[in-house]
């Protein structure tokens, strides 16, 4: 039987295809093994995305592009959105806290809400008792992005050498954090306790 080569048209196609842009989202929860809390994600199974829209992470299904099955998550955790350089051929991306709620930690950085911080090709964020290290693998399109998700089995801030104390957030308990100062007790709760009875 012969074999033809391939047609030019196919050839062109494949050479003319291009790379896209990368994020690398590996995340950790204490709790992950026992609570199926990334089985929302599409895990392991990469998702493209326009560059012109963001991508947003929390608990909302309808606000959100994708979903952490977790009542302690805000409806709205958090967006990354791409955006480019002038001049530069390349995506960077942006990553804004939408939670009014709680913090987000960026690196070494704390981002309240609205605030805004440009990812580094590897970052380390952190929100709640969850942690995530964000990587980005270079590619050519300006249009399109992937997204990976994958699960740790160990904490990230270990891979990083980041020493974050993974205890529970004042939001998630609903409880008071008590300090003792000169032997009085003194509340550290936070005024605003949830963020849905805000106009």
Not at 25 to 41: G, I, K, T
Not at 152 to 179: K, Y
Request: hydrophobic share 35%.
């Amino acid at each position: 039987m012969e074999v033809f080569p391939p047609s030019f048209d196919k050839m062109n196609s494949i050479e003319t295809e291009e790379l896209l842009t990368c994020l690398h989202v590996h995340l950790f929860h204490p709790d992950q093994a026992s609570h199926p809390l990334f089985h929302s994600l599409p895990l392991n199974n990469p998702h493209t995305m326009d560059a012109e829209d963001p991508l947003r992470l929390g608990r909302d299904g309808q606000a959100c592009t994708f979903v952490l099955n977790d009542t302690c998550v805000s409806r709205k955790q958090f967006s990354i959105q791409a955006y480019r350089r002038t001049g530069s051929p390349c995506l960077s991306f942006m990553i804004q806290n939408m939670s009014q709620k709680g913090k987000l930690w960026v690196g070494g950085s704390e981002l309240r809400y609205l605030e805004r911080a440009e990812l580094d090709d590897k970052v380390f964020l952190r929100f709640g008792r969850y942690e995530l290290l964000i990587f980005q693998e270079p590619g050519e399109s300006q249009t399109k992005f992937e997204v990976l998700f994958k699960t740790c089995n160990t904490p990230p801030s270990q891979e990083m050498g980041v020493d974050v104390p993974c205890r529970q957030p004042i939001m998630d308990s609903g409880g008071l954090w008590r300090n003792f100062q000169n032997g009085e007790l003194t509340s550290q709760a936070p005024l605003e306790s949830d963020e849905t009875i805000l106009v």
